[in-house]
């Protein structure tokens, strides 16, 4: 009996960890991503020694400089991202979308060097209830909303200030292609949920 619970509970604990370290990459993600709409190109100090924290959190006992452009910054944690999303023992193959790696964000080129990141619904889970998978799809819209909203606020102050409008705007109308393609997603995932026999 010992012998069974040993490995469940490491490996309850290397989930945990695990998703630790994806929750601290994608706060990572979300500063540099609002560290870009504010037309910033180098990564602060604070950011810098955020993601050496991640890298040596991650086992990396003696990490290069971090990157000192966000750009750069970016490309780091999001790589780090997608290996922390490889190695989730319940998704070993997920579901993918056209053009994205399943469950995993990309980002895309949206104009004049301006990135955006593209937020996909997850892939259900062996392991987790529909209830629980459904929740997190629903927290991924609503993510996606935040963020639209987000950048319809900056291209709304950069066409008042005059200030590369054109960028905000179609980073606002990625941002709004996104959302819109999440909820429309979903809203199809719930009606298959709702057709179900109980």
Not at 65 to 92: E, G
């Amino acid at each position: 009996m010992i012998a069974i619970a040993l490995p469940a509970a490491q490996e309850t604990a290397g989930e945990a960890r695990r998703r630790s370290l994806l929750a601290e990459s994608d706060a990572l993600l979300d500063e540099v991503e609002a560290l870009h709409l504010d037309d910033h190109i180098e990564a602060p100090q604070t950011l810098r020694d955020a993601i050496r924290t991640l890298q040596i959190r991650l086992g990396r006992h003696d990490p290069p400089l971090p990157p000192a452009t966000l750009r750069a910054a970016h490309d780091l944690v999001f790589a780090v991202q997608q290996r922390l999303m490889a190695a989730n023992p319940k998704n070993p193959r997920p579901n993918r979308h056209i053009g994205r790696p399943g469950g995993q964000p990309i980002v895309t080129m949206v104009r004049d060097e301006r990135r955006w990141k593209l937020l996909t619904l997850p892939p259900p889970s062996s392991g987790a209830a529909d209830d629980e998978w459904l929740e997190l799809v629903e927290s991924t819209v609503e993510r996606a909303w935040d963020r639209w909203c987000y950048a319809q606020q900056h291209a709304v102050r950069g066409a008042r200030a005059h200030f590369k409008p054109l960028i905000a705007f179609a980073v606002a109308q990625t941002a709004w292609l996104n959302y819109w393609e999440l909820y429309q997603e979903a809203e199809r995932i719930k009606r298959r949920f709702i057709g179900r026999p109980g």
